[in-house]
């Protein structure tokens, strides 16, 4: 299942260009010399599959190639800015040679994907297809219909009707849509391909064009995160240093050179002035001096960092530079890639739509939408695009039918000292419709790949997790208290049970050491596009307790991203509590992201079935349920307000689809969930409005899933206050018609005031986070970076403790026990 390694010969005078070839190139065994005489005698003792070489006297260098590597592909790299060296093309290809061109003044990174593409489509087999392989396309905006002759990887070649005029067909011509079907199914359909080469053909008494295409997967903008700006000189500081922490290697490159670039050895931040100084070594071929602007760049956390500098000190053995004044982030990566563990390993299983071949393969690698497996393209053909019908063989044995699309098709990279011949491509696909058993599947894996000791709450009975929580000193809401587990654990218990088996409506991950649960956290579906992350417990006196504490979150929000239709992660703390409240407001205020997040403070109040009230009932304004007038104006007022996040992810638009499908899914499982929205009416407008939560009791061990918050647009009207406590009291009679023991308000500072004289009692001030799907890569470094801080200062804690413990006597440390 393999692809012959590709022997490459690069042929450069200048060192730091062929630095720059040999990295694009990384993936596959490169030989560099400087001159056309040293690669002539190269070839005669290995021979090469690819030669890169400038266009000085490529004539008389092709007639070398020809006598010693007569198969291999030649690729010259050519300014488009020379004139003398287009001209010795030009001839060279009159002469009836063939070769491959590259712009010399590309960037490291397009180079590469040029030369891989050349590689690729040497590389890959072809097949011939059978006649009824019939291929749709656009070409500027009119349709065409043809027939696939034969199809490989990365390319296929049509057969087009005579009457079709070949000056349509020049080369890099686009063809839009472009898709292929097979007996009235779609088996392939890409968005763009590129004319490689059209060719009149004559056979069989018929008379048609050969048109060559070849096409690359487009990126998949849809979940990508937008690219920003730290302008921030502290913020960028932190960036660098972090990423010299983590021994990550900085690369600089001259501003009119994007394709050599020159690591940055032992460096080191120095916070000098304002915005400090950036100290390394640099190979001498770096052209720099004193004054220089030098392009700086590295990769961390799967985003891309680059900013400009200057040289502020060349000396022979080191280098000073400016840190950048800011730092562009552009995100490399969507979701985390993972590699199953050896307890959950799936198998595809599928029968090719061109070659007809029985596939079955071991999954490489998943994600939360897709996996990747090995193919063999010297003989298996699926190019990016296809349509397959698969089965996944998944950890517990069962099989799942679902329908996949072929996304890439790569190269996978090996490690020369292995001395590989042979090498597979990676096939990575995205599967259409996921089904929920392999979406669970994947979430599992993830899980235990990620983190071994974090098991999934279903396996635990409810009541050890309770003891856990209790003895982790876990404060809940009053209607689920301690000591009275009689009366709560039944309907709790049951509840567990029933979210274990609606998994993409609740998850509970639970770290334990082997034996007894250690730790807890638990994700809802508080909205139908919003995942609540609550309920975090850990063992006090635990040594690694805070270790706990982050992987069970980070894992939390990780599998709220990994369900396709969350769009939004929420989680909230109490402002009173010193170090959670650290934690929020510190990664809020880094990731405060443009119209992507938002930040809440609310007052948390409760109100006794019975708790008297001091407003006399009598003197209340008129309450009326919402109606569809009132869904609309709600939403045009959150909108003129800005309140974009608030209103997507708490289900506020007008339109109640969102809402009754959740409820819909909670149904289906036993469970309640719905909103009831109360109104009191001004003059022209409602005066305020309550959007009442109801839920089944205990899907928020706080209950917030029944609770209410108030939409005052004008607190300064005279009878806000009035509609205020109007809307508190009907909250209270919802309680009581519900059954339940008491009523909850989230309100803004401005109503605690007229809720308390409603006879609520105020449980102290939360916070709550809300942002987008796109922060989680973001967020989850952030949160890891926090911790790394940390465990410094934890240690020398830990050493000056021992210090001081070694300093003092047996009896006087008995004594102090």
């Excluded at 070489?53 to 592909?73: C, Q, T």
Aim: net charge neutral.
């Amino acid at each position: 299942m393999s692809v012959p390694t590709h022997e490459v010969l690069i042929v450069h005078p200048n060192e730091a260009r062929r630095s720059a070839l040999v990295a694009a190139l990384g993936a596959h065994r490169v030989a560099a010399v400087g001159s056309q005489v040293e690669a002539t005698r190269r070839m005669e003792s290995s021979v090469p599959t690819l030669i890169i070489a400038p266009a000085d006297n490529a004539r008389r260098f092709l007639r070398h190639v020809d006598r010693a590597a007569p198969e291999a592909v030649c690729v010259f790299v050519c300014s488009r800015s020379d004139q003398l060296g287009l001209e010795e093309l030009v001839e060279t290809a009159a002469e009836g040679h063939v070769f491959s061109t590259v712009d010399d003044a590309l960037s490291e990174g397009e180079l590469g994907l040029r030369l891989r593409d050349i590689l690729q489509l040497r590389a890959s087999t072809r097949v011939a297809l059978d006649a009824g392989m019939r291929v749709d396309f656009l070409l500027r905006d009119q349709p065409f219909v043809a027939e696939c002759q034969d199809l490989g990887n990365f390319g296929a070649a049509l057969r087009i009707p005579m009457d079709a005029s070949m000056a349509a067909f020049l080369p890099g011509t686009v063809l839009d849509a472009l898709s292929m079907v097979r007996d009235g199914q779609p088996v392939l359909h890409v968005g763009r391909a590129y004319v490689r080469h059209a060719t009149p053909v004559h056979q069989d008494g018929r008379s048609f064009l050969r048109v060559g295409i070849s096409w690359r997967p487009m990126p998949d903008e849809s979940c990508a995160a937008p690219p920003r700006t730290l302008r921030d000189p502290v913020t960028v500081l932190a960036a660098l240093r972090k990423a010299l922490r983590r021994e990550l290697p900085l690369w600089l490159h001259p501003p009119d050179s994007q394709a050599a670039h020159f690591r940055m050895e032992s460096a080191t931040v120095d916070p000098v002035d304002e915005r400090g100084i950036l100290r390394g070594v640099v190979a001498p071929g770096l052209p720099a001096s004193v004054g220089e602007v030098v392009h700086l760049c590295f990769e961390m956390g799967g985003q891309h960092y680059s900013g400009v500098t200057s040289m502020l000190h060349v000396a022979q053995d080191s280098v000073s530079l400016g840190l950048p004044r800011s730092l562009s982030v552009e995100n490399r990566r969507g979701q985390q890639r993972f590699r199953p563990a050896v307890d959950h390993r799936f198998l595809v299983r599928f029968t090719s739509p061109f070659g007809g071949q029985r596939v079955t393969r071991a999954v490489l690698d998943l994600g939360g939408h897709g996996f990747a497996f090995p193919i063999d393209a010297s003989c298996e053909v699926l190019p990016a695009g296809s349509h397959l019908d698969a089965a996944l063989l998944l950890p517990d044995g069962s099989e799942v039918a679902c329908r996949v699309e072929v996304r890439s098709v790569d190269v996978v990279p090996f490690e020369a000292r292995h001395d590989q011949r042979l090498r597979p491509y990676r096939c990575g696909v995205r599967i259409l419709d996921m089904p929920a058993t392999v979406r669970d599947a994947v979430v599992d894996a993830f899980v235990s790949a990620r983190s071994p000791q974090v098991k999934d709450g279903t396996v635990f009975r409810f009541p050890d997790l309770w003891r856990m929580m209790q003895d982790a000193r876990y404060t809940f809401h009053p209607d689920h208290p301690f000591g009275e587990e009689p009366r709560v654990l039944p309907a709790l218990e049951d509840l567990h049970e029933r979210l274990g088996r609606a998994r993409d409506l609740g998850r509970s991950l639970v770290y334990t050491d082997g034996h007894r649960p250690l730790g807890h956290v638990n994700g809802l579906r508080m909205h139908s596009g919003t995942w609540l992350v609550q309920h975090l417990a850990v063992l006090p006196g635990f040594r690694r307790s805070e270790q706990v504490s982050s992987e069970l979150t980070s894992l939390a929000v990780e599998v709220g991203e990994a369900m396709e239709d969350v769009e939004f992660i929420r989680y909230m703390w109490r402002t009173d509590n010193r170090w959670p409240h650290r934690l929020g407001t510190w990664l809020a205020r880094v990731l405060e992201g443009q119209g992507l997040c938002h930040l809440r403070q609310f007052h948390y109040l409760r109100a006794d079935r019975d708790a008297p009230s001091i407003i006399a009932p009598g003197a209340l304004p008129v309450v009326r349920e919402a109606g569809p007038a009132d869904r609309k104006w709600l939403e045009m007022y959150l909108r003129a307000q800005g309140d974009m996040v608030r209103l997507l992810s708490e289900d506020l638009l007008a339109d109640l689809g969102a809402e009754q499908e959740l409820g819909e899914r909670f149904r289906a499982v036993g469970l309640h969930r719905e909103r009831r929205m109360f109104v009191v009416d001004g003059e022209t407008r409602p005066l305020a409005m309550a959007l009442q939560e109801e839920a089944t009791p205990g899907l928020s061990l706080i209950e917030v899933s029944n609770s209410f918050n108030l939409v005052v647009p004008d607190r300064a009207h005279p009878d806000a206050r009035q509609a205020v406590a109007a809307l508190a009291a009907r909250c209270r009679q919802h309680a009581n018609e519900r059954g339940r023991p008491s009523a909850l308000g989230l309100v803004d500072s401005a109503d605690v005031p007229v809720l308390l004289e409603a006879g609520f009692v105020d449980q102290g001030r939360f916070s709550e986070w809300t942002f987008h799907r796109s922060m989680v890569r973001r967020w989850c470094e952030a949160w890891r970076s926090l911790f790394e801080r940390q465990a410094p200062t934890r240690r020398a804690a830990r050493e000056a403790r021992a210090e001081a413990r070694a300093a003092i006597s047996p009896a006087q440390d008995q004594e102090a026990r």
